[in-house]
């Protein structure tokens, strides 16, 4: 029985040693650069009042901030579809997929009951 219990942890030590190597000083300077730049273009959007558009600033804004996530994930918390055999790109995935039902769902409900549960204050007096 020891020598099966050996094998197996023996096993397990060697899942360990398969794990991908940390970034390289050169990848994190990437990360960091392009963090900054992605910091830095919506801070001068906004600061500059470059476009005339609040609607289309904020939009771009979002998309600068979805992007600077991404980076993130990849340079620093070295997030990929081989890491761990992709479970962590799934389990990311899933949970994404569980906060956009929750956050639209809960805005779509308070929304309709909004409309739906107020009819005398909408109409006036």
């Known amino acids: 029985m020891s020598e099966h219990h050996d094998s197996l942890h023996h096993g397990h030590d060697d899942h360990h040693a398969e794990e991908a190597p940390h970034s390289t000083f050169?990848?994190?300077?990437i990360g960091f650069v392009a963090s900054v730049?992605?910091?830095a273009?919506?801070?001068?959007?906004?600061m500059g009042d470059v476009l005339?558009?609040?609607n289309a600033t904020?939009?771009?804004?979002?998309a600068f901030a979805v992007v600077q996530i991404?980076?993130?994930m990849v340079y620093f918390?070295?997030?990929d579809f081989q890491a761990q055999g992709g479970w962590t790109m799934l389990s990311l995935i899933f949970t994404l997929v569980l906060v956009f039902i929750t956050l639209f769902g809960s805005l779509w409900v308070m929304y309709h009951m909004n409309v739906n549960m107020m009819p005398s204050m909408m109409g006036g007096s």
């Open 58 to 62: 904020v939009l771009i804004i979002l």
């Open 26 to 29: 050169k990848g994190y300077m």
């Open 70 to 72: 991404v980076v993130h």
């Open 37 to 39: 730049i992605l910091t």
């Open 41 to 46: 273009i919506p801070f001068w959007m906004v």
């Open 52 to 54: 005339d558009s609040r």
């Open 77 to 79: 918390l070295h997030m």
